[in-house]
């Protein structure tokens, strides 16, 4: 099959488009899906980089989210059947582990990735566990194979933040960074839905325009205005119930600047790098609550498709390029250029 694989860690220029062995023929409880299209996030990227726990075997086929249709299923498989028009949750649990028989399967401790610990979606097929697997609801106008495949991660990952650990609610004002990002526009979505006031920023003026259009209730250009200031005169000097972080270390000491008596603040990466400082004493003083997450459990993505279902949090496609131009998509991430999803089409030689 064709695929996009890393071949050397340290950086984009290492992917190629290249012929590999076909995902392995499904076992029990397991299907393999022929895909039509993969959406790129973040995590893609620090694995072409050589992330830690990434990619311990070279060529490896990169890509967390994935459309496509159900070509085979192993035995024991009843949620779906060949032909079934699928999408998929990035993360694969044990289901046995502690954490997963309580229901966290992002917390399980054997949780793995597609296209991180385990091969990836920018292939023309993958094997995954049948229960990571939905059929793509029915919604008017269809939803494209770019959509669908943009629509896993970072839905799942804004939603677990703010939904499940934030736990923000209507009324209240959420700070959210960097909107061009898939997790900062979904969370942005997400707090609309939820009645909450978004404080967004971006340091692309185009991308503020798109955030109001999309219902954020204050922009603010963090190159050219500075953001504590300008967050503590609109809340009257009280701060933000709500802070949704993913930048790291070039954004935490104004977060929690932004941060109210209280308040939460809920992070899903640090892309500007990890390591931060914290006074104990602010935190205990103002009782702050500091909150990590990571995609999440089967739960929680169950409600984000059925919520896609009902015509909500459909995903914003930034451009789609063909597979054969993966390198383009993947320099189009690294730049920081795109509004919504990155996604590659996969070909249709497949059935
Ligand atoms: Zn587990």
Redesign the pocket.
């Known amino acids: 099959m064709r695929a996009c694989v890393l071949t050397a860690t340290g950086g984009i220029q290492h992917l190629h488009i290249t012929d590999v062995p076909d995902a392995p023929a499904p076992k029990a409880g397991e299907v393999r899906v022929a895909i039509r299209a993969a959406a790129l996030n973040h995590l893609d990227l620090f694995v072409t980089e050589g992330l830690p726990g990434g990619a311990k075997q070279l060529p490896h086929i990169v890509g967390a989210d994935g459309a496509g249709v159900v070509e085979t299923i192993g035995s024991d498989v009843v949620n779906v059947r060949p032909g079934d028009r699928v999408m998929f949750n990035p993360g694969i ?5 502690e ?2 028989q309580a229901g966290e399967h992002s917390l ?3 949780y793995r990735l597609l296209g991180e610990h385990l091969s990836g979606t920018v292939a023309e097929l993958v094997t995954v566990p049948a229960h990571n697997v939905v059929r793509v609801p029915p919604v008017s106008p269809e939803l494209t194979w770019a959509e669908a495949a943009a629509f896993s991660l970072v839905t799942l990952t804004a939603w677990r933040m703010l939904v499940t650990r934030a736990q923000l609610k209507r009324g209240e004002t959420a700070l959210i960074w960097g909107i061009g990002g898939g997790v900062s526009l979904t969370a942005l979505r997400i707090a609309k839905l939820l009645d909450a006031r978004v404080i967004a920023t971006s340091s692309d003026d185009a991308k503020l325009a798109a955030a109001k259009q999309l219902g954020a209730d204050v922009t603010l250009n963090h190159r050219t205005q500075h953001v504590a200031q300008e967050v503590r005169a609109l809340t009257n000097k009280r701060g933000v119930d709500v802070v949704v972080e993913n930048v790291g270390a070039a954004t935490w000491d104004d977060s929690l600047r932004c941060l109210r008596r209280g308040g939460r603040l809920v992070t899903c990466g640090a892309t500007s790098g990890p390591q931060v400082s914290l006074d104990l004493r602010r935190l205990f003083w103002h009782h702050w609550s500091l909150l990590g997450s990571t995609m999440g459990n089967a739960a929680e993505y169950a409600e984000i498709v059925r919520r896609l279902g009902k015509g909500e949090l459909r995903p914003i496609v930034d451009r789609v390029y063909p597979m054969a131009q993966a390198r383009q998509a993947f320099e189009r991430l690294s730049k920081g250029e795109q509004l919504g999803k990155v996604v590659v089409e996969v070909p249709t030689g497949r059935p």
Do not use: A, E, G
């Open positions: 649990s044990d289901y046995t582990c954490f997963c399980c401790v054997n």
